[in-house]
């Protein structure tokens, strides 16, 4: 699609459409819609079994059922990010795994969005309408819209820009835009979307398997054989090569030669067939000028036979080495490309060539390889290619638990996932939850957050030492920008000095301004390790009311306490702690004295600034 078609974004008016601040989420009702969803799917798994094989093996269709039910009955575990509801999405599907495509891309999203449009692929056409009534998708997900006209009409349709008559500003239909598909389809979307929306790329990676002299060969064949094959190699997790070393080769291509024998190749509603229908069958054109291409290479036992009337491409090995080219090529077709390599420097052959880094995405390893493991951080041309969670050792993509809906998925390089915003394009593991919160919901909050203004808290109690000071006559302002506000305020009792008989004098530097609402962008720049310290409070707090004064303070104190750190370290870790704690509640790295103050403040008031 030519960059030319953004001539045909239109105007349209901003009367009408709901305007920013975005709405809160009720995770516990969110939540209960993926509940359900995966209720349906369980109770009628039959019956869309039946429908998925009409499109792709029953292997594949277990796999996508699975990972679709882990990622809604595990929604929780990204509980953090259902903040606020923005407002419109637009959704690419990819032409594989349509369930969990549609679970990743569109449910999900669903829950964070006041709508989201997508339209159904051309190859899935015959079956995904079915699929959509069988989940009861319009009841259960009202704000999911399928676009049923042409290609063409949906990017003009998206891609408009609201116009508000008052104030000639402009701002996109969309807040996110999720796509899945090849690098050069990615860069040609994005020309035709506003700069302003937040464009989710997942593309394809190289995904290479080493295999190194001391590899388990049987694991490391079957591995080939479900990355490969998982849906005839139409999937972005399929390797462009397996590098394997040259001592193990003979072992290596007997065992896969005889594994491949016995793949079963037909209609997918045989339930054993592994092998069937290429999605497109126009592509089957691309698939025979490759394996013409490396027709020298072709493994003799299994020529490259493409059967067009059932647009079937048997599997097929290829054989090339290392030293005479190594293949970039994303081939989406059940070929397995094998290629020697001599010794482990020889991988940099590979892994340096200047066509590998676009598309970095996973590497798996199995056995050893110093050259492998010293690829992680390690700066390639520039740029860091791998991370240690696109490092996969002794296993592989597709098996249970390595990949799954609730955590990042992709690479680092360009073509193999990437986020853009405002002109920024930044290649990384996509995961939508994360990313429409991080780009969109926590600029919105940071936002409020700024605006905010504070209420004075008229009521400030002081038992003992211990509790807030009650004051009487009590004066103060609080100005900013020379507007005077109320704000929830907590006077430090300590700082308090006698006026003139009249009333009491404060610093207004002494006086802590509770926030209106959570620090966000604090939150996400706590370490794991020390969000626990951040749970372990909110329990002590619910028990504060039986506590005696000392004891809540020593349970206080305790909370970041490491037993085997020194008197120094703990301090040191304490000091943290508060940290977190004062800018949770005020937005400072400083703040009265915290046990009083926790003891003293209405429980009400401030747990919602500490659920973290």
């Known amino acids: 699609m030519p960059a030319s078609k953004s001539s045909t974004v239109k105007l349209k008016s901003l009367a009408g459409r709901s305007a920013l601040p975005y709405k809160a989420i009720n995770f516990s009702q969110v939540n209960r819609q993926a509940q359900a969803l995966a209720d349906i799917i369980e109770d009628r798994m039959a019956e869309l079994t039946d429908i998925l094989l009409e499109y792709e093996s029953h292997e594949v269709v277990q796999d996508e059922i699975s990972r679709t039910l882990d990622l809604l009955r595990n929604l929780k575990e990204n509980k953090k990010y259902f903040k606020l509801r923005i407002g419109q999405a637009t959704a690419f599907l990819p032409r594989n795994q349509p369930l969990y495509a549609f679970a990743c891309f569109v449910v999900v999203p669903s829950l964070m969005a006041s709508e989201v449009y997508f339209r159904i692929p051309n190859s899935m056409r015959g079956f995904f309408s079915k699929v959509l009534k069988l989940l009861d998708i319009e009841t259960l997900f009202p704000n999911i819209k399928v676009f049923s006209r042409p290609r063409l009409d949906f990017l003009t349709e998206r891609s408009a820009i609201l116009l508000n008559p008052k104030t000639k500003k402009s701002i996109p239909v969309n807040d996110v835009v999720i796509f899945t598909g090849t690098s050069v389809h990615a860069s040609q979307l994005r020309l035709i979307f506003d700069r302003q929306t937040l464009f989710i790329a997942n593309g394809s990676g190289h995904n290479p398997i080493v295999v190194s002299k001391d590899a388990n060969l049987v694991n490391a064949v079957e591995a080939t054989l479900t990355l490969q094959f998982y849906n005839q190699g139409q999937d972005c997790a399929a390797p462009n090569a397996v590098l394997v070393h040259k001592e193990i080769l003979p072992d290596f291509l007997t065992l896969l030669r005889k594994k491949v024998k016995e793949v079963k190749i037909g209609h997918y509603r045989d339930k054993s067939c592994r092998i069937g229908p290429i999605s497109e069958p126009k592509d089957l054109v691309r698939i025979e000028d490759f394996l013409i291409e490396h027709r020298e290479w072709l493994d003799p ?18 054989c090339k080495p290392l030293s005479v080219g190594g293949n970039f090529k994303e081939i989406f077709a059940p070929i397995i490309f094998v290629q020697e390599y001599k010794q482990d420097d020889d991988l940099e052959y590979y892994f340096e060539d200047s066509r590998y880094g676009p598309n970095a995405m996973y590497v798996t390893l199995y056995g050893t390889s110093k050259y492998i493991k010293n690829l992680i951080d390690r700066p390639i041309h520039g740029k860091i290619l791998h991370r240690k969670a696109s490092f996969i050792h002794n296993t592989h993509l597709h098996a249970p638990g390595i990949e799954r809906g609730t955590e990042p998925y992709g690479g680092y390089g ?5 986020l853009s915003i405002n002109g920024e394009i930044i290649p990384m593991p996509t995961l939508p939850q994360r990313d429409i919160y991080e780009r969109i919901v926590v600029p919105a909050m940071r936002k409020k957050l700024q605006d905010r203004k504070l209420k004075v808290f008229s009521k400030l109690h002081y038992k003992n030492i211990s509790k807030l000071l009650k004051l009487k006559n009590y004066k103060t302002s609080n100005t900013q920008g020379g507007e005077k506000f109320d704000s929830i305020g907590y006077l430090d009792a300590n700082s308090v000095k006698s006026g003139n008989g009249s009333y009491i004098k404060v610093s207004q530097e002494n006086i802590y301004y509770l926030l209106k609402r959570p620090n966000a962008e604090y939150v996400i720049t706590i370490p794991p390790e020390e969000l626990k310290w951040i749970y372990e409070l909110n329990k002590l707090l619910k028990r504060k009311e039986s506590l005696p004064i000392n004891e809540f303070r020593n349970l206080l104190y305790a909370i970041p306490k490491n037993p085997t750190a020194t008197a120094e370290q703990n301090k040191a870790l304490q000091s943290t702690f508060f940290q977190h704690v004062y800018q949770l509640l005020f937005g400072k ?15 009400g008031i401030i747990d919602k600034l500490l659920d973290v």
Do not use: M
């Open 301 to 318: 036992a299994t020529p490259g036979i493409i059967k067009a009337i059932d647009a079937i491409v048997e599997p097929t090995i290829i």
């Open 414 to 418: 360009y073509g193999a996932s990437s």
């Open 589 to 603: 790295k400083s703040g009265p004295r915290l046990a009083p103050f926790l003891l003293g403040v209405e429980t």
